[in-house]
């Protein structure tokens, strides 16, 4: 009896589902036959190139799209295709009302800006149900492609209505310094790259070999480059140089203006001095070297070849006098000169080895 009554309510159901899709089917091809005939005046090509028009003619994307249900008949046929295998007709006239009702929205929308034909028409199908989760069958099918409406004088008198967007900069094609700014600031760059390796390998054998005698002003120096290479960059940009060209260039110069700092005001500062004088500096307990004229200022003669001096100071006894050269020059920088001091160093760390 329980069996009964479930192929009973199974029955029924199925009944019902016929009776419902074939209902919902009349309907809607009664709904897409009056629709095709509302837009039969819009071609739909499947080619990709309209032919040649005397006309301008502005390309538009045109689309449409619909969502289509299958029923519990068709499920259940469906089901025994699957058992003895054959032509899946009824999900076939689910596809056909799919595609024919996305077509005709793609000419509805077609129709609205405008236009008569539609190029490159395309269809695309997707399942959007959960067969294994016991959802019956929905397709989602779209249907889209270019539609060619007729242009008039300027872009803004088109129908599309554009809205024009900010003008872009033009910007040649991406290839490193090709802008003659970027050329000149590489030429510049290597030039200062040149002159501070020309110092650093030279220096030892300059006489007098300057050096800061209170320390080098890094902060200055450091401030002063960033603010040099920040101005490059600006004009860079106003000279509308690649991004990847004016950045790396900014961050290569940074360092090397800071080296080219640090020598250049030794130079200048010694240049546009008085001239050097021997100051005499008593050694106190620890190292350090305190001026007997006060006006002087102590030193920091802390490295000397990347090598701590501090033992060589300390070991000398506390009280004994030392001349060292020394000058201030136009920038306001005391200077002293490491040549004569060099071989007292030398002397003591080949000792010490």
């Not at 006006?295 to 030392?322: D, I």
Request: hydrophobic share 45%; proline share 6%; net charge positive.
């Amino acid at each position: 009896m329980e069996f009964l009554l479930k192929l009973g309510l199974f029955l029924v159901l199925i009944a019902v589902g016929y009776w419902r899709g074939r209902r919902n089917e009349r309907a809607h091809l009664r709904l897409l036959d009056n629709e095709e005939d509302a837009v039969t005046d819009v071609l739909i090509f499947a080619t990709r190139y309209p032919p040649v028009s005397e006309h301008p003619l502005d390309p538009i994307l045109v689309s449409g799209s619909a969502v289509i249900g299958s029923d519990y008949f068709r499920l259940f046929l469906a089901g025994l295709r699957k058992i003895v295998g054959g032509n899946y007709s009824a999900y076939e006239q689910l596809m056909e009302r799919g595609r024919r009702h996305a077509i005709v929205r793609l000419k509805q929308e077609a129709k609205a800006r405008g236009a008569t034909m539609v190029f490159n028409v395309r269809i695309i199908t997707s399942r959007i149900s959960n067969s294994r989760g016991g959802e019956a069958t929905q397709v989602e099918v779209l249907a889209y492609g270019t539609a060619l409406v007729p242009a008039h004088g300027t872009v803004t008198d088109s129908p599309l209505h554009y809205v024009p967007g900010p003008e872009l900069p033009v910007i040649e094609p991406q290839q490193a310094f090709k802008h003659r700014f970027s050329r000149y600031w590489l030429i510049a760059w290597f030039a200062i790259v040149l002159y501070v390796f020309f110092e650093a390998v030279s220096d030892r054998y300059l006489s007098p070999q300057w050096r800061y005698a209170v320390g080098a002003p890094w902060e200055i120096f450091w401030a002063l480059s960033v603010v040099a290479a920040g101005l490059l960059c600006w004009r860079a940009i106003r000279a509308k140089t690649v991004a990847s060209t004016y950045i790396v260039m900014t961050v290569l110069t940074i360092p090397v203006l800071v080296l080219a700092l640090y020598f250049g005001v030794l130079r200048l500062n010694a240049l546009l001095s008085d001239g050097p004088q021997h100051v005499r500096y008593i050694v106190q307990k620890g190292g350090a070297l305190k001026p007997l004229d006060p006006t002087m200022p102590p030193l920091r003669l802390e490295y000397y070849s990347r090598t701590s001096t501090k033992e060589y100071w300390s070991q000398l006894p506390p009280g004994k006098e030392v001349k060292i050269t020394l000058l201030r020059g136009v920038f306001g920088i005391y200077q002293y000169d490491l040549g004569p001091l060099a071989a007292h160093y030398e002397a003591f760390y080949r000792s010490e080895r």
